[in-house]
DNA sequence: CGCATTTAGTAACTATACTTACTATATTGA
DNA sequence: TCAATATAGTAAGTATAGTTACTAAATGCG
């Protein structure tokens, strides 16, 4: 296991703080480390095999079987260059299928396998199990505060049942 | 610019809804996207060329001139591998300078360049300035709590002057 | 001292996570 | 209709962000 801080730094001998490291883009880039390391933890600790990425992208084609590969990338918020590699990886594990959509020529309409929905299934619960261990400096209010204000941060973006708008940072 | 929700997901068709995106986990993955995709826009605004993560380094071998890629890692809390490749990059632009150390012949002390230095002090106000448009949905009130959280979330390993403690995850 | 363990760094590998550029197809509007 | 534009997907390239495995060197301990 990768340990984040070698004892010796802690020792006698200390590195002097930088300013980074009071920076709101630091604080942000930490917590994600520490969610995707939780996440590959547990997810390990169930003998399953999934990145959060995948499981993101199995969750959104579970709930919208047919959509095409440039749907699902919206409904996550992935680049769609990112998310064709995801499938890539999800189909040659056999967990999705891709079909040539009839409508649109260009477009492949993605579905799960049977063994991706039974994967899906077996994850879920490890999955929502784990959202809690993700903040754990925080009490019970404190995280759903944070999520609160998390939430707000993303802006309109994330609300897109409730506003048309697009996300604030593409001008 | 990479356009994060092509219009066409907020006409009539839209997709349904995840159980990922109520996820602690994910908001925080958006977070983290969003902190970079600000950071990439504004330091391109600015006429440089640094990745948050070596601007992070640079702040760092600023901080500690001499300090070994380990102490580095420690610091702004790396993957000594990770690190390895951005100082890397960095030596190739001539941000950098390593040498070996007397000290300890396995290791390597990273020191800026007046190239660095020079860059560093170009883009230190840069990032400081965009702290606050990364996030936009917030008052300054509330954004001063999210920090407050977030640092508290993180835990014991944040705080390592007033504390001994790891990181929570490393068992 | 000598040996087990730890640590610094690299190498090779995997998976994001973007960018630009490209092809093919669809849509729009004059 | 047909040309301009937009979109779906891929390809190639760059930079993280880790993993395991390895070498070399330092450290701890009996």
Redesign the pocket.
């Known amino acids: 296991?990768?340990?984040l801080f070698?004892?010796?730094y802690f020792a006698p001998m200390s590195l002097k703080h930088t300013h980074v490291q009071h920076m709101a883009g630091h604080l942000i880039?930490r917590l994600h480390?520490s969610s995707?390391?939780v996440f590959?933890a547990r997810i390990k600790a169930a003998g399953l095999d999934l990145?959060?990425?995948?499981f993101a992208a199995l969750d959104a084609i579970h709930a919208n079987p047919g959509a095409?590969?440039?749907?699902i990338?919206a409904l996550i918020?992935?680049?769609?260059?990112?998310i064709?590699?995801?499938?890539?990886?999800l189909e040659a594990k056999d967990l999705v299928a891709?079909t040539p959509?009839k409508?649109?020529?260009?477009?492949?309409?993605?579905r799960l396998t049977e063994a991706g929905e039974s994967l899906l299934t077996q994850a879920m619960p490890v999955v929502s199990k784990l959202q809690d261990d993700i903040l754990p400096g925080l009490s019970l209010e404190e995280r759903a505060q944070f999520l609160d204000l998390a939430r707000k941060a993303l802006g309109p973006a994330d609300n897109h049942h409730k506003s048309s708008a697009r996300d604030p940072f593409c001008h």
């Open positions: 296991m990768y340990i070698p004892s010796r880039r480390q995707t390391q590959a990145t959060p990425v995948q095409d590969q440039a749907g990338a918020a992935y680049d769609k260059a990112t064709g590699g995801v499938i890539d990886r891709r959509s409508r649109d020529r260009r477009a492949r309409e993605v």
